[in-house]
């Protein structure tokens, strides 16, 4: 089944203390892409990805760090994360057509 | 950079009832558009798109957008809606020229009644 994974769900941790959420597909995409998606701010675009090793910047990429080492997998990581980065994260993989696959979501809150 | 605008956050509908939900964006490049759908405490799934060609788009359960160049816009509209479709709606645009630049709106909740 074609599918995109994250990892942890839902995460509660503390001011500073570095953390990654993983995302994982199996569709052999070379576009991955973060969000995050905030109440009645709709999703914003973190970082993304074009192949292995090319990452850029979305429209709020602080305080936020990606990887692309191989291409199924695109962590995000957050080195020392604050309040302001409570929210509901998503990763997507994207086909050739520029169709996005979501993952099923992790919702983080830093106390 | 695009900027995408959903006015309506809420709609409220009766079952069988058309909906409307609006979209409007800001640059005239060359754009792809996109309606995703998110059902409650679920991650989102792609509803329908526009790359090219026709300007009428439909998805297979019945809703359909309308690229209009002129007007910016990309409205999401459904002749007849059951309670199934209550979900938030999601308009996004990315540019030709840089398509893994994704921009969101900010969302519309469809509550259908019974």
């Known amino acids: 089944e074609a599918q995109v994974t994250q990892n942890p769900r839902y995460l509660i941790t503390v001011t500073g203390k570095k953390l990654t959420v993983t995302c994982s597909q199996n569709?052999?995409?070379?576009?991955m892409s973060w969000y995050r998606q905030d109440p009645g701010l709709g999703l914003r675009q973190i970082y993304y990805s074009m192949n292995v090793e090319v990452t850029d910047k979305g429209d709020v990429p602080e305080g936020y760090k990606v990887s692309r080492k191989e291409k199924r997998n695109f962590p995000l990581i957050l080195e020392s994360p604050s309040p302001n980065q409570t929210s509901l994260y998503f990763c997507a993989s994207i086909n050739p057509w520029n169709e996005q696959f979501f993952g099923p979501g992790t919702r983080l809150t830093v106390l | 950079a695009q900027s995408v605008t959903q006015l309506d956050s809420q709609v409220p509908v009766f079952e069988e009832a058309p909906v409307e939900l609006r979209c409007n964006y800001s640059?005239?490049?060359?754009?792809?558009l996109f309606w995703y759908v998110q059902y409650p405490n679920q991650g989102l799934q792609l509803l329908l798109k526009?790359?090219?060609?026709?300007?009428l788009v439909e998805s297979i359960n019945g809703f359909e957008a309308e690229f209009n160049k002129s007007q910016t816009s990309f409205h999401l509209r459904k002749p007849s809606v059951h309670i199934s479709d209550t979900a938030e709606y999601f308009c996004?645009?990315?540019?030709?020229?840089?398509?893994?630049?994704?921009?969101f709106g900010s969302g519309t909740k469809l509550n259908v009644k019974p």
């Open positions: 569709m052999n995409h070379e576009y």
């Open positions: 526009y790359l090219s060609g026709s300007t």
């Open positions: 640059s005239s490049v060359s754009v792809y």
């Open positions: 996004a645009v990315s540019d030709r020229g840089n398509f893994n630049k994704f921009y």
